[in-house]
């Protein structure tokens, strides 16, 4: 599948290497078409990968996942357009974090709406679905990393894209649990998590960590 | 052991429940000291049990317990009063949830503060240590009633009350996995826990659930 990665940093190179070692032709789209992590990343991966802008990216995929930062995702997309955007799958891993007062961040969206609700304000035809914002770059794509299974939410307003985002997290990222939390409003539930994410990250001094949902 | 617990919801009924069980003497203050709650439970629950006001379970207890609201724990503190609250440990389980606007809650209180750092500033002398508010409140007190067993967050700012409260936890409660997440400013982040555990209640449709942090 012709897939298209919005975001160059540790989150894009980890979904993107992991799409092109399960046999798909990848582009990594940054402000630049010759942006330097994205060329290390083209180097380093060679057959199926290329960059280009976040329009090219977009453009390229039939299916796209959204690895900006939380404060980079809104103008990435409006630099993609709704033209190259169109009706595909949007899978939005980032989180509206605001690192400018320091460690842990705060959450620049709480309580009435999400990053993920506003991108899907934005961009109405786009089938957002959140997910895979809750752990670590390196367990998004290797949960098995982890002693035991864990739990991978997500959330969005189309039915039938969340089906196939979760046989994509089944069956191409081996996440065995997930736990459909509803529309895309519950994303408020999973961003905020991220506040405790990031306290549990100081406390353990180490990101490979992740919930296991017992019901 | 004397025990207080500020509070005759669900939260101080099962708490305090568990307490008498465990042989200890438990009064349960409320703000009136004929509170309808209070004296069912007492009645129900015989030797070792009873009832007054928040000053009075507080100057009865050696050690506390705040199963209040989130929007009724400073006011119920205030009730009970500096002298009656003293040094003694605060087990704080209280969450800031803000029901005006129906389901699910907001949290009243984000990112810079917390419920739990907002009591710690209004009673300096006193130990507050913030625990058990990300579960249900059977599953405080008996963490056996899930499959698997599952983690429990706890902050504060005295090392000596928290390694006391891990004991609790431990050896009356039945939580063999404590995360200390450091001081008590850590109570943003399970706070803001609630934000998904909302949405999860709402998903599962059943408040029998907690996670287990593998890491």
Redesign the interface.
């Known amino acids: 599948m012709k897939i298209g990665v919005l975001g160059s940093g540790m989150v894009g190179v980890a979904i993107a290497t992991k799409l092109v070692k399960l046999g798909h032709e990848v582009k990594m789209g940054s402000r630049s078409a010759t942006n330097e992590d994205g060329a290390k990343w083209v180097a380093a991966t060679g057959k199926g990968a290329s960059q280009g802008t976040f329009k090219d990216a977009a453009a390229f995929g039939e299916l796209l996942f959204n690895c900006t930062s939380g404060s980079g995702s809104l103008p990435a997309l409006e630099s993609a357009g709704k033209d190259a955007l169109g009706g595909k799958i949007l899978v939005d891993i980032a989180n509206p974090l605001d690192f400018s007062g320091g460690m ?1 961040p ?2 620049s969206v ?3 709406d999400s990053l993920g609700e506003q991108i899907q304000r934005a961009y109405p035809n786009v089938k957002v679905v959140k997910t895979l914002n809750t752990v670590n770059a390196n367990l998004m794509v290797e949960p098995g990393l ?3 299974a ?2 991978m ?1 997500l959330c969005g307003d189309d039915a039938a894209s969340k089906g196939k985002v979760q046989e994509i997290l089944k069956g191409w990222f081996g996440w065995q649990d997930t ?4 529309p895309i409003a ?1 994303a ?3 961003e ?2 991220l ?6 990250y ?3 001094q ?1 990101p ?8």
Not at 195 to 200: C, E, N, Q
């Open positions: 842990p705060r959450l709480v309580n009435d982890l002693k035991d864990t739990t939410f736990v459909d939390l509803g519950m408020r539930g999973t905020m998590y506040a405790l994410w990031v306290r549990l100081g406390a353990l180490n490979m960590f992740n919930v296991k949902l017992v019901r």
